[in-house]
């Protein structure tokens, strides 16, 4: 799958908008890609960090397949906002994922990454609430946990076990074979 297929199919599931800053990130080049557990971020912080790990992995769990952790999705985002998102929009996440903590830490007593899955479900439910409001003022810019959803699916969408462990993938032209014999071909091929 090519960069042009996965954000189409990202702008589907997230039904239509991705934010120019998005975009030209994975035009760019930034891919989630899987760096084990020794992961550390280069624009959060070790909480936010942990907080973040914890989000995108409730956000795409892993099942049968693996999820958007496993995917280093985590670094996907941290990337992201490191690189190409203005700082109006990193101070909106950063004040998004402490608005995470402060809710896991009323309502809990604990950091959101050491809440249950169910806790941490409960968190993220009224958020994502907040963030899909049909009365929310469409003037007003994007809910953080909208971009935290676009980012999760974007970058799993995008990484190497999302395209070819949870999406369809079919490698194209295949694999190239430039040295056999030719009694292993059985005959040769002519294209119009």
């Avoid at 936010?48 to 795409?60: K, M, N, W, Y």
């Avoid at 490191?82 to 700082?87: C, H, K, P, R, S």
């Avoid at 009365?135 to 395209?163: N, Q, V, W, Y």
């Avoid at 295949?174 to 040295?179: A, I």
Wanted: hydrophobic share 40%; aromatic share 10%.
């Amino acid at each position: 799958m090519n960069r042009r297929d996965a954000i189409k199919n990202a702008t589907l599931l997230l039904g239509g908008v991705l934010s120019a800053s998005a975009i030209s990130g994975v035009m760019a080049g930034c891919k989630a890609e899987p760096k084990g557990s020794g992961w550390a971020p280069k624009f959060f912080t070790a909480e936010e960090g942990s907080t973040l790990e914890a989000i995108v992995d409730r956000i795409i769990p892993k099942t049968d397949t693996p999820g958007a952790k496993d995917a280093g999705v985590q670094n996907f985002i941290d990337q992201m906002m490191a690189e190409f998102y203005q700082e109006k929009d990193k101070t909106a996440f950063r004040d998004g994922l402490k608005a995470i903590e402060a809710e896991a830490k009323t309502a809990h007593s604990k950091s959101f990454a050491a809440l249950t899955p169910e806790q941490q479900d409960a968190v993220l439910t009224k958020f994502d609430k907040e963030a899909y409001d049909p009365g929310r003022d469409k003037d007003a810019p994007p809910h953080f946990f909208r971009t935290m959803k676009e980012l999760t699916i974007m970058g799993f969408c995008t990484s190497e076990i999302g395209a070819t462990e949870f999406l369809k993938y079919d490698p194209v032209p295949g694999s190239y074979k430039g040295c056999i014999p030719y009694s292993e071909v059985g005959a040769a091929w002519a294209t119009s």
